[in-house]
């Protein structure tokens, strides 16, 4: 049986763009480009004329900025949204505030570079697209103003065994379509004094450090971008720097983090699976691994292996989950302990760790 295409519509001011994108969308046989706009006006004249499965759309534009429009695209005619902003570092919180507007995807626009940086750009819009079409969206809800604080092997490397022994449990978290949401629920639910937390979740380099001092400023945990070296700790969440691998490694008792380069990994970098892969192998029982809302696979192999090697595993549910994909797979390989609604999550690992 022959499934229908994923149509999309494609919202940016820049004509080179407009048409980059619906070549790389073009070049993927589940994926239709029925039309493009200039800017968000022109946008709601294609939308009366023939609605899209799925939006990409650009934040810095003439007439109307794309927040605005996603704001009233929301309220009025909710259609999954893909933001594709070339905007960085002070463009970053824009672009997150889109994600709490009811956007399910952040990705970068693809730039003119190597051919391999190229075909990853590909795969990551395609994917993006794909898994957008498949989300659940939820009805826009009152914004908060957010107040300050008072196949792994390719990237991991071979295991040591000079391991000392320690009962110190970390908990390993994965995410995608629908995380930075589903994220921000579990870590306010957690105390400051809850177990060392390391996350990848699916999002593009430079807006990783925006979403983590966001974070940050709403929770009682510590939330920061990995470094390479830094310490995984009590009351403290890190996470992965978008375009890199994040692993879990262990000097004696004491457990770290590597920043790593490398390939696509299950079509993403991060990869949930490489962080998972590492936590089974340094971590072991002493281990809690989560895998939480996004399309495909990531994270479904290594969650396996981490309760192979005697960690705990949690799944998010489906009626929770923006997209059921990569829970459902860890669930269909029988590598999931328990499956949890989201808001269970932080409960459910305190008392495990207890």
């Known amino acids: 049986m022959k499934t229908a295409k994923v149509r999309v519509l494609i919202v940016d001011d820049s004509a080179v763009v407009r048409q980059t994108l619906?070549?790389?969308l073009s070049s993927d046989a589940e994926i239709e480009v029925i039309g493009t706009a200039g800017d968000p006006y022109v946008a709601a004249e294609r939308i009366a004329e023939n609605v899209p499965d799925v939006i990409t759309l650009d934040i810095e534009m003439p007439r109307m900025d794309g927040l605005t429009f996603l704001k009233k695209l929301m309220s009025q005619h909710p259609i999954p949204v893909v933001i594709?902003?070339?905007l960085a570092d002070e463009g970053a919180?824009?672009?997150?505030r889109a994600l709490e507007y009811?956007?399910?995807?952040?990705i970068t626009k693809p730039k003119l570079g190597t051919k391999q940086f190229l075909e990853d750009s590909r795969v990551i819009l395609c994917e993006a697209v794909k898994a957008a079409s498949a989300a659940r969206l939820r009805p826009l809800g009152?914004?908060?103003t957010v107040e300050p604080k008072l196949t792994a092997d390719a990237v991991l490397s071979p295991a040591t065994h000079a391991m000392a022994e320690t009962t110190e449990k970390v908990v390993v978290v994965g995410a995608s379509t629908g995380g930075t949401e589903a994220l921000k629920t579990f870590l306010e639910a957690l105390p400051a004094d809850s177990p060392g937390i390391v996350i990848v979740q699916h999002m593009p380099e430079l807006f990783t450090r925006a979403f983590a001092n966001r974070l940050d400023s709403v929770c009682a945990v510590t939330v920061k971008e990995a470094e390479t070296n830094d310490t995984?700790?009590?009351?403290?969440a890190l996470i992965a720097p978008g375009n890199h691998h994040l692993l879990l490694k262990r000097s004696g008792a004491r457990y770290y983090v590597e920043v790593k380069d490398g390939p696509l990994v299950c079509r993403h970098r991060p990869s949930v699976d490489v962080l998972f892969r590492s936590a089974a192998r340094y971590a072991g029982q002493n281990a809690v691994g989560v895998i939480m809302t996004g399309m495909g696979d990531d994270g479904a192999r290594g969650m396996l292996e981490m309760m192979q090697a005697g960690a705990y595993t949690i799944a998010q549910?489906?009626?929770t989950c923006v997209v059921?994909?990569?829970?459902k797979e860890a669930i269909r390989m029988n590598g999931v302990s328990k499956v949890l609604p989201l808001g269970a999550i932080a409960s459910g690992i305190l008392s495990r760790c207890r």
Do not use: K, N, W, Y
């Open 232 to 236: 995984v700790l009590r009351g403290r």
């Open 317 to 319: 549910d489906e009626a």
């Open 84 to 86: 594709c902003s070339s």
């Open 93 to 96: 919180q824009s672009t997150l």
């Open 22 to 24: 619906t070549e790389i």
């Open 102 to 106: 009811g956007a399910v995807e952040i």
């Open 142 to 144: 009152p914004m908060h």
């Open 324 to 327: 059921f994909g990569m829970p």
